[in-house]
Structures are given as C-alpha cells and as structure tokens.
C-alpha cells in the first residue's frame, strides 16, 4: 500500500492544519445535534456530510501556503490516493450486491434461513460471530460489513429488534475480527512499522481483545430483545447461494472486489433464470445502477475527508500531533523512570496513533504515519516491538469503530439508513477493547526490552 505519509520535504508542525477537521466536525455534528434537540427525524441528515465538508475544503486550501492551483492540486492528490478510491469502490459494489441480492429475493431468503437456524434470543450473538470469522478471514471490516449488513438488517427487521444496536452490532464483529487478523492491512502496517512478527502481534492482541469481546457477546445476549415474534418459512437455498458463495470466498481469502462482484453476478443470474420470476436485464442493470446511487452520500463524502487528510498532513497538523506526543513523553521520562516510562511510552502510542486515526479517519494509514514516532518511543522507553504493535493495531480499530465520519460507520449508516452517529454509538465492542488496553496497560508490568528472552 502506497505511504501516504512520505514525501519530498518534511511538513513544518502547524496546529492551525488541524483547523479544517475540527470545522468539519463543528458543522456535521453540531447541526445534527441541534436538529436532534429540537426533535426532527433524520437530524443527522438535514445538513448532508458531504455539505458539510465543502467549508473544510475551502478553509484547507485558504490556509495553503502555497499557490493556488498548487493547493488544489494537494486536495486532488489526496481523493485520489488509493486507499480512498478502494474504499470507494467497494461502496459501489457493496451498494449493487446489496441492491441486486434484495430485488432477486437473496436477502429475504438469507434472513429466512438466519431466523430458522438461530434461536430469538442469539441473534446479535450471532451476528457478531458471523462478522468477526468473515473478518478474520478477510482481513477487512469493510468487505465484511458489505456482505453481512443487508442481512443482519432483514433479521433485525424480521424479529423486531433495535436497527441501530444491530447495526452496532455488526461493526463491532467486523472490527474484532480485522484486528485479530494476520493479513489485514492494520496488522500488516503495525507489524512492519514495529518490526516483529504477525505471531507475536497477534498473542499480545488476543489478551487484550478476547475479554473485550466476551463481554460485548454477554451484552448483545442480554439485548436480543425480539419484539415481534418471527416465523421462518421454507428455505430457498437457490436465492442464498450467493451469500454462501460469499462466506466461502472470504474464509479462503480471495479479494473482497472479487467477492463482491460474483456475488452481484450470482444474485443476478439467480433472478434472471428463475423460471417463476419477471426479472430482466434491464431491470438487473437499474437495480445496479440504484446500488450505486445508494452509496453516493459516503463515497462522495470519502473522497472529501481524503482531501482533506491529505491537506492537513502536507501543512504539518499530524507532524503537530507526533511532536507534541514526542514532547509529552519526553517531560514525563525526565521526572520518572522505569515503569512509569513504559506505561507513559505505551499511552503516548495509544495517544498518538488515536489523533492520526480522527484526523486521516482510516486506520491503516494512521499506523503507518505513527509508526516510526511509535517505535522511537518503544525503543527510547523499552517497550517490546509486539507491544507497540498491537497497541497501534488496538487503538486505530477502537478510534475508526467510533468515528461518525468513518468508512465503516457511513458505510453502515447507508446501509441501516441511521445516522452514523447511531450506529458509533452502539458500538460497545469497540468501548470495551479500549477499556481492556487501558486497563493492560496499567496493570501489567512490562520488562524493559532488553530483559526479553524471547526473540521479536
């Protein structure tokens, strides 16, 4: 993956950078919690995001030291990088799966199949096992929220239960599993960054993200809460073959674009060639059309934090954050020492890697712009290589599992039709991973690395 972090001359640290974030956020979050006070449905949507984000835009080239067009060109740079236009696409093919699975009956015929094998009361446990092996498997939480959201919300739908904690729900699987992960982006970034192998990173991960995850599985147990009891029909396994062709796929780690497009292809063709269905091409090319259509709002919105992130970073608003990070650890170590410097060093990690990940809003970029400060601070402090690592790992999924403005969130948002809002603020796994870290951190005692015997 490209490094979004490099470049010719280094940037000068400049707090003001940061300024267009935070007006962006003044904007969407502001309006729609106003809106909410006042009572209006859909609060969060009568400012649309990416409205919302145009005034940042402006503010981000006017406070551009360099020309113009030059400015311009910055922003364009940074829509363009590849990890935007990624997530951009699996929006896209996300949307027209989703669009296509529903219109050709494969997403009631999956939640028929869901209702009958899972028991009322286990199907948020359910559903956050499902997310949590598919991410694991994927390595992604956006490609397994694309594949596990429409069905999740035709169960929630079915049984009467809470569409934003179900929506929590599933983000909360996608992101214990993209963590655990040995071949996702985050664990490849941190693990590179650190130096120390995926197996050693994953042993100190899974400490700190198992106990948070059972207690976010006894949470969602006690909230499976079905309102309305839901009776399961006949199952027809034709219509579910796309999702399990999908679950297949991704256990065997093929590409989530791969996926994703022979899963619009299956459902497709299931609808064409069923001989008690009036499903034509025509219709199968608006219903991908209306997928597309369906993921304006975040991809468009993705593009402009992109823009954004990138315009921040060139004006030095995250070298301001590392320096600043840098500063505080350095102060703290010399009036303490030993152990005190550790846990400093490991909060400092913590620290640094979260602003990263609420400024650039995608993970796998803020470890790799933290990476090199954090390993300076794991080396100076003695903190092990895996250590560093998985607190970088741990602490970017925490901050993008509760970014309103994240891929995962809108993505989710879209989905659900819910504010982002709704659904970061069911994300109960994420709260208790960041409880669990917080609270290895300041119960553990850390040998310094040199007393390691075991080889990073």
Same mark, same amino acid.
């Given at each position: 993956?490209?490094?979004?972090?490099?470049?010719?001359?280094?940037?000068?640290?400049?707090?003001?950078?940061?300024?267009?974030?935070?007006?962006?956020?003044?904007?969407?979050?502001?309006?729609?919690?106003?809106?909410?006070?006042?009572?209006?449905?859909?609060?969060?949507?009568?400012?649309? %995001?990416? !409205?919302?984000?145009?005034? *940042?835009?402006?503010? %981000?080239?006017?406070?551009?030291? $360099?020309?113009?067009?030059?400015? +311009?060109? &910055?922003?364009?740079?940074?829509?363009?990088?590849?990890?935007?236009?990624?997530?951009?696409?699996?929006?896209?093919?996300?949307?027209?799966?989703?669009?296509?699975?529903?219109?050709?009956?494969?997403?009631?015929?999956?939640?028929?199949? =869901?209702?009958?094998?899972?028991?009322?009361?286990?199907?948020?446990?359910?559903?956050?096992?499902?997310?949590?092996?598919?991410?694991? *498997?994927? =390595?992604?939480?956006? /490609?397994?929220?694309?594949?596990?959201?429409?069905?999740?919300?035709?169960?929630?739908?079915? *049984? @009467?239960?809470?569409?934003?904690?179900?929506?929590?729900?599933?983000?909360?699987?996608?992101?214990?599993?993209?963590?655990?992960?040995?071949?996702?982006?985050?664990?490849?970034?941190?693990?590179?960054?650190?130096?120390?192998?995926?197996?050693?990173?994953?042993?100190?991960?899974?400490?700190? %993200?198992?106990?948070?995850?059972? !207690?976010?599985?006894?949470?969602? /147990?006690?909230?499976?809460?079905?309102?309305? %009891?839901?009776?399961?029909?006949?199952?027809?396994?034709?219509?579910?073959?796309?999702?399990?062709?999908?679950?297949?796929?991704?256990?065997? /780690?093929?590409?989530?674009?791969?996926?994703?497009?022979?899963?619009?292809?299956?459902?497709?063709?299931?609808?064409?060639?069923? @001989?008690?269905?009036?499903?034509?091409?025509?219709?199968?090319?608006?219903?991908?059309?209306?997928?597309?259509?369906?993921? &304006?709002?975040?991809?468009?919105?993705?593009?402009?934090?992109?823009?954004?992130?990138?315009?921040?970073?060139?004006?030095?608003?995250?070298?301001?954050?590392? &320096?600043?990070? &840098?500063?505080?650890?350095?102060?703290?170590?010399?009036?303490?020492?030993?152990?005190?410097?550790?846990?400093?060093? $490991?909060?400092?990690?913590?620290?640094?890697?979260?602003?990263?990940?609420?400024?650039?809003?995608?993970?796998?970029?803020? +470890?790799?712009?933290?990476?090199?400060?954090?390993?300076?601070?794991?080396?100076?402090?003695?903190?092990?290589?895996? #250590?560093?690592?998985?607190?970088?790992?741990?602490?970017?999924?925490?901050?993008?599992?509760?970014?309103?403005? @994240?891929?995962?969130?809108?993505?989710?948002?879209?989905?659900?039709?819910?504010?982002?809002?709704?659904?970061?603020?069911?994300?109960?796994?994420?709260?208790?991973?960041?409880?669990?870290?917080?609270?290895?951190?300041?119960?553990? #005692?850390?040998?310094? *690395?040199?007393?390691?015997?075991?080889?990073?």
């Amino acid at each position: 993956m490209a490094d979004i972090s490099s470049s010719p001359n280094k940037p000068q640290s400049s707090s003001i950078a940061l300024l267009p974030l935070g007006f962006f956020l003044l904007l969407f979050i502001g309006v729609g919690s106003y809106y909410t006070m006042q009572g209006i449905d859909f609060a969060f949507y009568q400012l649309p %995001a990416p !409205v919302a984000a145009l005034p *940042a835009v402006v503010l %981000a080239i006017l406070l551009s030291k $360099e020309k113009l067009n030059k400015a +311009i060109e &910055q922003f364009i740079r940074g829509v363009g990088h590849s990890d935007i236009i990624a997530m951009c696409l699996i929006y896209l093919l996300a949307g027209a799966f989703a669009s296509v699975a529903k219109a050709t009956g494969g997403v009631d015929a999956t939640v028929n199949l =869901g209702l009958s094998l899972l028991p009322a009361h286990l199907i948020l446990p359910g559903i956050f096992i499902i997310s949590a092996f598919i991410a694991t *498997a994927m =390595g992604t939480s956006m /490609g397994t929220i694309a594949a596990v959201a429409p069905v999740a919300l035709g169960l929630a739908q079915a *049984a @009467g239960m809470d569409l934003a904690l179900t929506a929590g729900v599933v983000l909360s699987g996608a992101m214990f599993g993209d963590n655990l992960s040995i071949i996702s982006d985050t664990t490849i970034a941190a693990t590179r960054s650190q130096g120390c192998r995926m197996s050693d990173k994953f042993k100190e991960n899974i400490r700190i %993200a198992l106990p948070a995850a059972l !207690v976010a599985l006894v949470i969602f /147990g006690f909230s499976s809460v079905v309102t309305t %009891a839901p009776v399961a029909e006949t199952v027809q396994w034709l219509k579910v073959l796309p999702y399990i062709v999908i679950l297949i796929l991704a256990v065997s /780690g093929v590409n989530v674009f791969v996926v994703l497009t022979l899963g619009i292809v299956l459902a497709g063709g299931i609808g064409l060639f069923d @001989g008690e269905s009036a499903y034509s091409f025509t219709q199968y090319g608006k219903d991908i059309y209306a997928g597309f259509g369906n993921m &304006q709002e975040i991809f468009l919105l993705s593009l402009l934090i992109g823009g954004i992130s990138e315009m921040m970073r060139l004006q030095g608003g995250l070298a301001f954050l590392t &320096q600043s990070i &840098q500063r505080m650890i350095a102060r703290f170590s010399a009036r303490h020492h030993g152990e005190q410097n550790l846990r400093a060093s $490991e909060l400092g990690i913590a620290g640094l890697v979260s602003l990263t990940n609420a400024c650039t809003a995608n993970n796998t970029v803020a +470890i790799i712009v933290a990476g090199r400060v954090a390993k300076e601070l794991a080396q100076e402090n003695g903190v092990t290589p895996r #250590r560093s690592a998985s607190l970088l790992d741990i602490f970017s999924c925490v901050i993008q599992g509760v970014l309103p403005y @994240g891929a995962q969130a809108l993505l989710l948002g879209s989905v659900f039709a819910l504010s982002p809002l709704d659904v970061v603020a069911h994300s109960y796994y994420c709260f208790f991973l960041a409880i669990s870290a917080l609270i290895a951190i300041g119960l553990k #005692r850390v040998k310094p *690395a040199s007393l390691q015997t075991v080889k990073e």
